[in-house]
């Protein structure tokens, strides 16, 4: 099946603790249906000293995020959209906002 959210993609969080924050897709793990936004679902995580390069401590960094808790941002109207799939004449299938119905780049 093909992807409905890539890398890169701008995305709004519709369920849980994070509802309403946006972001950007930093990774995608597909095999867990799950990806890790920018500024989302922020942990904390403690670190031990590893040699003299990297100290130890604090360290705060995003954890992955449930895709069904994603939805994308319509570039046009900068508002949350379902994604469909169209194929153009030239044969090419893209990704299209349910929304405004504009083709999403990427």
Known sequence: MAARLRKG???VVISGA????RG?????????DRAVVQGVNV?????????IGQPGGIVQQEASIHLSNLMLVDPVS??????????????RKVR???????VIEG
């Not at 994070?18 to 924050?21: M, N, Q």
């Not at 299209?96 to 504009?102: D, E, L, M, Q, S």
């Open 78 to 91: 900068d508002k949350a959209t379902r994604v469909g799939f169209r194929v153009l004449d030239d044969g």
């Open 9 to 11: 993609d701008r995305v």
């Open 43 to 51: 942990a904390t995580k403690h670190t031990k000293a590893r040699g």
């Open 96 to 102: 299209v906002a349910r929304a405004t119905g504009g």
């Open 24 to 32: 950007e897709i930093v990774r995608m793990l597909p095999k867990a």
């Open 18 to 21: 994070e509802k309403g924050k």
